[in-house]
């Protein structure tokens, strides 16, 4: 039995419609595969390269986002507390981003570098970036949330869940405070230099 030219040229036309599906398909795969890694945020510090292992947070990170190290290290108490915060919020079309969470010592020392070299002195930067002996997002005990519509939530009702802001230049920075379910935040400071915790 022969096949006919026309039932040839279909097949011909099938498999050519099938090479070209899969190789649009690969380079789908490949232009995620690539997207992702373009997406992990990495602050490269002399040899070493620092990134999401070392706190760094991706862009859209929530605080339910457990695989991502600068969330799921943050101390439990305040990982818990900002959750049943994130979400009441959530009734409110709210979401928690996470700027940022717990951090690598290195990965602290380098932020603290370019604070030094943006602000122009070790004096300024303090204002803005603790030391990594200093720094409460090394312990895992501060959260900064991102999005304006978040800070203004946890401004008005943080105190609930035992959440406060610290420092008055800084919104979005939050620490678990569990005194403040029943008495409120204590006064904020004006920025990390004043914190006697920063002190010495």
């Not at 040229?9 to 795969?29: D, F, K, P, Q, Y």
């Not at 869940?161 to 678990?176: K, M, R």
Request: aromatic share 8%; proline share 6%; charged share 20%.
């Amino acid at each position: 039995m022969s096949v006919n030219a026309p039932d040839r040229t279909a097949s011909r036309r099938r498999r050519r419609s099938l090479r070209a599906a899969l190789v649009v398909a690969n380079v789908a795969i490949l232009g995620v595969f690539i997207h992702q890694l373009l997406a992990l945020p990495s602050i490269s510090t002399n040899s070493v390269t620092l990134g999401v292992p070392d706190g760094a947070i991706p862009d859209g990170t929530t605080v339910f986002d457990d695989h991502v190290a600068g969330v799921a290290n943050l101390d439990p108490a305040l990982l818990e507390a900002v959750r049943r915060a994130a979400t009441d919020a959530g009734r409110d079309g709210i979401t928690f981003y996470v700027n940022s969470g717990w951090r690598t010592a290195a990965y602290q020392q380098s932020l603290l570098r370019e604070a030094v070299a943006k602000y122009g002195s070790e004096k300024e930067a303090a204002r803005w970036v603790a030391t990594p002996e200093k720094s409460p997002h090394v312990a895992g005990q501060a959260v900064d949330i991102g999005r304006t519509d978040a800070t203004r939530w946890l401004a008005r009702n943080g105190s609930r869940y035992g959440l406060c802001q610290i420092y008055d230049n800084e919104p979005w920075h939050y620490e678990f405070r569990p005194e403040a379910i029943s008495g409120g935040c204590a006064p904020r400071y004006p920025d990390p230099t004043h914190d006697p915790r920063m002190q010495g």
